[in-house]
């Protein structure tokens, strides 16, 4: 099945610091997600990017859309402490009922 | 606003036994998705619902397992008999509109099975 690459699997940064995840696949998504994941909690939407090469902000959150559409990237700019949990890509399968194929996450940790 | 209302949050049982997981889908949306989620395997997609229809029930990982929605505003997913294996937090998500709109996540369900 599809796979969405997520690494490495641990980042740790200083209060303040920017941060920026990838996300990749072999296969082409239509659509790419990024949600966080705080403990005890669903994944909860961050960010949705529907078209290739679309850069959407959203606060201190930029992502984008890969112009190949195999890839993703999250920007966090000016981390504060209530950054950390797990950040996830999804891709959208452009065909087979449009499922989601999430990646295996990134735990942020934010020391202040 | 309410969100996806998933119950029991936490559940304890011994392998053999029926689990009866349950999900309540923000009012109004028509697509209801069940996950679960390890630490081998991240998020998986288990069976999803369209208008109460299952449309895709591929990652149903036997027959042990079971989903069904009576009706729009209510969803369970069963497992009979329970094994240690399928300790995991499963998730129940739900999506109004079309594929291009975001899936909205409950808090989840912590399944331990002793």
């Known amino acids: 099945g599809q796979q969405l690459n997520q690494s490495p699997q641990s980042m740790f940064i200083q209060e303040g610091e920017d941060v920026s995840m990838n996300c990749t696949s072999s296969?082409?998504?239509?659509?790419w997600l990024w949600y966080k994941q705080e403990p005890g909690e669903g994944p909860v939407l961050l960010i949705a990017l529907y078209k290739a090469g679309e850069l959407t902000s959203n606060g201190r959150l930029t992502a984008q859309f890969g112009i190949t559409r195999k890839d993703s990237f999250l920007n966090i700019s000016a981390s504060i402490p209530s950054d950390v949990g797990i950040y996830f890509c999804a891709g959208q399968d452009p065909g087979a009922n449009s499922k989601l194929t999430f990646g295996k996450g990134i735990t942020l940790s934010v020391r202040p | 606003d309410a969100g996806v209302i998933q119950s029991p949050r936490h559940e304890v049982t011994e392998m053999g036994q029926e689990v009866t997981l349950r999900c309540k889908p923000i009012?109004?949306?028509?697509?209801l998705f069940w996950y679960r989620q390890t630490m081998m395997r991240g998020l998986e997609l288990l069976i999803y619902?369209?208008?109460?229809?299952?449309?895709?029930d591929s990652g149903m990982p036997e027959d042990r397992f079971s989903a069904k929605m009576p009706n729009a505003s209510f969803s369970t997913l069963k497992i009979q008999p329970s094994e240690p294996r399928d300790s995991a937090v499963y998730f129940c998500?739900?999506?109004?509109?079309?594929?291009?709109?975001?899936?909205?996540f409950g808090d989840g369900t912590r399944l331990s099975i002793l």
């Open positions: 619902f369209n208008n109460n229809v299952p449309i895709d």
């Open positions: 009012s109004g949306h028509n697509s």
């Open positions: 296969s082409i998504f239509n659509t």
């Open positions: 998500a739900s999506r109004l509109g079309g594929p291009l709109r975001p899936q909205h």
